[in-house]
């Protein structure tokens, strides 16, 4: 399972650990695991769990195009398990279901009360243990995403015990017996982080990982804007499988009444090469598969062309059905049309399989979105506090918990409400009874994603969760200063971070260390030209005390370390002699100017102490 760059952030700066270097201990669970388990395997522990025990399955089913008498989309109506919750209902509502196996959910709100608690928890076993369960939990959440990416899930395919009769699940059986043969299944991914899912793919909800409601409203046109691959559009999850995939009962739409339960518009015939084979000319491969009546047949590979991605691979057809044309292309079809086939199944899991790893760690950073950065000052009784949101949405009500750790015990020694709207990059302030020097920790709980006077997500409103983290400044070559947006205290510690790499010429890259050369032409003395220089002031860092521009003047550049200017570099720990804005430069072109070589970005990280 790939690892999200919020859980890394979240593990690293709420608690110091990584993310498989860290076991956590067991907890009461009737099914959970009784031993120590790393973050990522309490998630798979709880992932494996959810389908423990099978009548749990009932609430496994999502279907994205067809809705209740609330329009409210529906789960599994097929057979005699229509008493079961739609699965993003399951996941995101508490229930205990006392029959007929006393079944609880593992809901998203439930795994974020444990996230606080294990934030917040005094000992570092209370930590830890409720660290594990949130783990638990979100494997739960993933779980029922992931069966999204299992095509009779989405298509209203009961394949659990019907009254005597147990469905065959080609797609699932194929899965269980192969995927370790396939490694490439699970293999890391290109990783979107939030900032894509939000800004690029469009998504502001947990739900749009199941559904966007683009299919249902869109049609064959969002099926192709999501198979764009210089441009794409994603659907849900479950969109996305239902309307590119067939399930083994629910298969083309051309097979069912419009009105029958497994009537789907999507796919269609007309969208493969199904309507082009010829009963006298059965050109390509014929091979052997066995049908749904267990027999052996020859039969043909149809491929889907459209609407859509491409499977080449899409279903296998009895050779019969082609030379019979009554049956092609009709209902009576239906029989002699089969997934099973290793070339099909194969296809699916390596298309579904990538798709499914990739929204579960969009949902991990969907989970650990919520970022804000904060300074202190004042003195031995009293200090100010301020939060800047580092977050891409808005905060809205909740409260801050103030902590102080002192030796790994976190007391809890205030909470403030936040009144109102935190807006994304905007900073708030409150005072708190306690020294400065005091080593404090910050969380926020309460809505993250805030619209039109009401929560972006229902299901996170009121308890979503903001670590503080260093923020992520990204400082450019050209122009040569950056305003990182932090007012600092003299006498504040700051520690800053940089990766990247820039050039102050054609050809002459560098980190943020720079690069050794006589006579520089530096903002800083004595530091390497090109290299990564912080300043703080009331003024812009191309201004004197007075806000005379000295930018090009000999006579000024470059400047001694102190009287505002540090070499921060990779890394560096400076204190400050004055307070005003943080900014950062480029140490290039002081007095020569010519800055039209410049080129590359640094991304930094800035952590504010007392």
């Known amino acids: 399972m790939k690892s999200s760059s919020g859980l890394s952030q979240f593990l690293g700066e709420g608690f110091g650990y990584g993310i498989d270097g860290t076991n956590l201990p067991s907890f009461s669970d009737p099914e959970g695991s009784k031993k120590e388990l790393t973050p990522i395997e309490w998630v798979k522990n709880g992932s494996v769990c959810e389908d423990i025990w099978a009548a749990r399955g009932k609430n496994h089913f999502y279907d994205p195009v067809h809705y209740d008498a609330n329009h409210q989309h529906i789960g599994l109506t097929d057979g005699l398990d229509d008493w ?44 830890d ?36 009769v147990t469905h065959t699940m080609w797609t699932e059986k194929y899965g269980a017996e192969h995927c370790t043969n396939n490694p490439q299944w699970f293999a890391t991914q290109s990783h979107h982080d939030w900032f894509w899912w939000q800004n690029t793919a469009g998504f502001k909800t947990l739900e749009d990982f199941w559904n966007r409601d683009l299919l249902s409203s869109n049609g064959a046109s969002a099926l192709i804007a999501d198979a764009n691959t210089t441009d794409r559009k994603p659907l849900g999850l479950s969109e996305f499988c239902n309307g590119n995939f067939i399930s083994e009962h629910a298969p083309y739409s051309e097979f069912f009444n419009i009105h029958g339960k497994h009537w789907f518009q999507y796919p269609s015939l007309a969208n493969t090469t199904q309507p082009k084979l010829n009963p006298n000319n059965m050109a390509g491969s014929v091979n052997t598969t066995e049908l749904e009546n267990h027999k052996e047949g020859n039969r043909l590979r149809i491929r889907k062309t459209g609407a859509g991605i491409v499977v080449t691979n899409h279903s296998a057809l009895n050779y019969l059905a082609v030379k019979n044309t009554p049956k092609l292309g009709n ?41 804000f950065a904060f300074g202190v000052s004042g003195d031995d009784s009293q200090s100010s506090i301020t939060v800047y949101n580092t977050s891409s949405q808005d905060f809205y009500d909740g409260a801050f918990y103030v902590l102080i750790d002192a030796d790994g015990v976190r007391t809890l020694v205030q909470s403030n409400h936040l009144d109102g709207l935190l807006p994304s990059g905007g900073s708030t302030s409150f005072t708190c009874n306690y020294a400065a020097t005091n080593k404090y920790l910050l969380f926020y709980q309460g809505t993250i994603g805030w619209t039109n006077g009401a929560a972006l997500d229902p299901v996170d409103a009121g308890n979503a969760v903001a670590i503080a983290v260093p923020p992520l400044i990204t400082v450019t070559a050209n122009p040569l200063w950056t305003d990182s947006g932090l007012t600092v205290s003299a006498g504040q ?21 720079g690069t050794i050369i006589s006579n520089p032409d530096v903002f800083l003395s004595g530091a390497n030209q090109g290299s990564l220089t912080a300043y703080v002031g009331t003024h812009p860092p191309y201004e004197d005390d007075t806000g005379a521009n000295r930018w090009g003047d000999a006579s000024y550049f470059p400047r001694p370390t102190g009287n505002g200017y ?21 140490n290039d072109d002081a007095t020569g100017q010519y800055i039209d070589d410049n080129a590359g970005t640094l991304e930094v990280r800035v952590t504010i102490n007392n």
Do not use: C
């Open 331 to 371: 209902s009576q079809m239906q029989v002699t049309l089969t997934m099973h086939d290793d070339k099909v199944l194969q296809e699916y899991h390596d298309i579904l399989l990538p798709r499914a790893v990739e929204y579960s760690a969009g949902i991990l950073d969907y989970f650990f979105r919520g970022t």
């Open 129 to 164: 243990t409720n660290l594990a369960r949130m783990f638990f939990y979100l494997g739960h959440v993933l779980h029922l995403n992931q069966d999204l990416s299992v095509p009779a899930h989405v298509r209203n395919d009961n394949h659990m015990i019907s009254g005597t």
């Open 493 to 513: 510690t700051l520690t800053i971070s940089a990766s990247g790499t820039w050039s102050w010429a054609s050809g002459e890259w560098t980190d943020a260390d």
């Open 566 to 586: 540090w070499l921060a570099g990779k890394r560096a720990t400076i204190t400050t002699d004055r307070t005003g804005e943080l900014w950062f430069l480029f």
């Open 84 to 127: 079961g919750q739609p699965s993003f209902k399951w996941a995101t509502v508490s229930y205990y279901d006392a029959w007929p196996l006393h079944d609880k959910s593992y809901s998203w709100p439930e795994a974020r009360g444990y996230e606080l608690n294990a934030l917040t928890n005094s000992s570092k076993l209370g930590r």
